[in-house]
């Protein structure tokens, strides 16, 4: 089914771009403003074998005594795979795959990508210990004021890695979590680096913990999911009004909202919001943005199984609530943007005084599957063969049916004020297979999106108004 959208709203949304850069000069960023600068998986040849999905973590950082930054990203590996081995279906090898961090180099081609840390350069496998790089951030160690670029893993063995210069061969463990899951999110309160544990395995009913660095020392903040042992992870953090915000999944009661490590350190935490403030069928926080003074937080319902949009919720500085996007909205947009398909708020982020939201669509799943059922003839492990040689070979596949009906593929909004909405893309700019926009970084003039993609191979794109280009 098509996307029902309020027509009033469309046709706002359709309108928006041609009259805004009259009436309210900047208008934020456009669907051709966007441009591709990476190929999918960054290369054929190590696409096919590493299986490069998704751009899992993204950052710009400026090592010390030097002038000139880079754009990282470290990449999720075998996602399709693993989600299948999960349920059983994967017949075959293992579905492990080492991830990797890539650099932007556009002084060596306009879609260069520099490995700068390959994982089996710390293990060799083949039951490799890590399988994606899940967050990266910049932190200056307050304990000693060198600037590193940390990276956080997801798999048997969750680990920080830190390098000062993001070179080649810089790359230092730093700290391991000692359980399954993920390192899922890293964020920075009062000096400090904090580290959210997300038990990401099935088999693992840890609760979510919080750990905290001065980039020396390693203690624990929070064990045992806030006292709850169905808090299986904490999604995300977010320092606001002077307190660390973090927010859990939570897929029997829905999601819960604490606040911690305020003016007291010696305080217990505080619960702001529980059972998905919204829906208990709003299983995890999976974004927390702080714009113009007020807290922003994404929902996500796991792989669509609910059939749900996700929601966007703001907070005022007394812990007050509305909903911006969702039921009774103050956008107008029903969950998901009017798009049940839209499952996860996936990312926020400001560039140029615009919040920008990207979404993971689920048609394109449905698609695959259709793509599945129409070769009848070809066993699983056949069909996946198939689909990671046209990805080796960088083939480009039509949308199909599904996503030409719902325009299926990663949507972006912009937002110039958190309560205006308008779409820049509802269908993965094009590719129904770009199911996510996943990342996202505002540097100057630039907003870099990083788009998973399991059936072709992760992109990054870039958007620069026309004046930025012209420079």
Known sequence: MKKNRATPLVALGLVFPLLCGALLGDCGLNRADFTMISVNGFDAEDNAQDWNDYPWSMAYFTPDGTEQGHLYVGTGNGIDQLVMDRFGLF????????????????????????????????????????????????????????????????????????????????????????????????????????????????????????????????????????????????????????????????????????????????????????????????????????????????????????????????????????????????????????????????????????????????????????DMAGAVDVDLGELLDILRRLQSLGAKRAPGMIGTLTQGGGDLWKSPDGTRWYPVFTNGLGDTYNYGVRTMVSVDSDLYLGFANPFDGLEVWRGQTAESRAR
């Open 91 to 370: 017949d075959g090898e293992s579905p492990l795959r080492p991830p990797e961090i890539r650099r932007y180099r556009p002084d060596l081609g306009a879609k260069s990508w520099e490995r700068v840390f390959d994982y089996r350069e710390i293990d060799e496998g083949p039951e490799f210990g890590a399988t994606g790089f899940r967050n990266m951030l910049a932190y200056r160690n307050q304990s000693d004021g060198t600037n590193y670029l940390y990276a956080s893993t997801f798999g048997s063995e969750p680990s920080v890695l830190r390098s000062a210069t993001g070179e080649p061969g810089s790359w230092e463990h730093f700290w391991s979590s000692g359980s399954n899951g993920s390192i899922r999110w890293l964020a920075l309160h009062n000096g400090l680096l904090y580290i959210a544990i997300s038990n990401d395995v099935v088999s693992d009913p840890t609760p979510g913990q919080i750990w905290a660095t001065d980039g020396d020392t390693v203690w624990s903040v929070m064990q045992g999911g806030f006292g709850n042992p169905l808090n299986r992870a904490v999604m995300t953090m977010v320092s606001f009004n002077g307190w660390l915000y973090a927010a859990t999944a939570n897929a029997v009661e829905g999601f819960e909202l604490w606040k911690l490590e305020g003016p007291d350190k010696q305080a217990d935490p505080i619960l702001i919001v529980d059972q998905g403030i919204t829906d208990p069928k709003n299983e995890a926080a999976s974004t927390l943005y702080v714009f113009n003074d007020r807290l922003y937080l994404g929902t996500m319902i796991f792989a669509g199984r609910r059939f749900r949009g996700c929601d966007l919720i703001r907070f005022d500085q007394q812990d007050h609530w509305e909903v911006v996007v969702g039921p009774s909205s103050l956008s107008g947009y029903r969950s998901g943007f009017n798009n049940r398909f839209n499952a996860y708020l996936w990312w926020l982020e400001e560039h140029d005084g615009w919040l920008y939201a990207g979404t993971w669509d689920s048609a394109a799943v449905l698609q695959v599957a259709i």
